[in-house]
């Protein structure tokens, strides 16, 4: 059984920095390819960042390229978020998500959440 918890969410001004986590486990991830979103309120969830587990790929939002950094860990099973020059507009849950064998940024595409962690932008 697949499992993405998310943690390092927070309250934090603009200009400031937060790194999430996203701890996965129940089966090998080598093979997996491994995406962040956000849902602000009202709004839809969209695609932040993405990393294809086994490396050499990543995808970036337009809104998030130059500030968010996504990467992983393979000893630990954990995939971050680095999130500098955050702004007020960056305020949302920030969810994990999981897809096999396929490079994706539409939330559909993606089989394996977690449960979200809130991130909030005071300016």
């Known amino acids: 059984q697949v499992q993405l918890v998310e943690s390092g969410g927070g309250l934090v001004q603009a200009g400031g920095s937060l790194r999430l986590s996203c701890a996965a486990s129940?089966?090998?991830?080598?093979?997996?390819?491994m995406g962040w979103f956000r849902q602000a309120p009202g709004k839809e969830r969209e695609f932040v960042a993405a990393i294809r587990w086994s490396g050499g790929i990543t995808d970036y939002a337009d809104s998030v390229k130059g500030r968010f950094t996504v990467s992983r860990d393979n000893a630990k099973n954990t995939v971050y978020l680095q999130m500098n020059s955050l702004k007020p507009e960056d305020t949302a849950v920030y969810y994990c998500?999981?897809?096999?064998?396929?490079?994706?940024?539409?939330?559909?595409?993606?089989?394996?959440w977690g449960q979200g962690t809130q991130v909030t932008v005071s300016s």
């Open positions: 998500a999981a897809v096999l064998r396929k490079r994706a940024v539409v939330a559909d595409e993606y089989d394996y």
């Open positions: 129940g089966r090998t991830f080598s093979s997996y390819y």
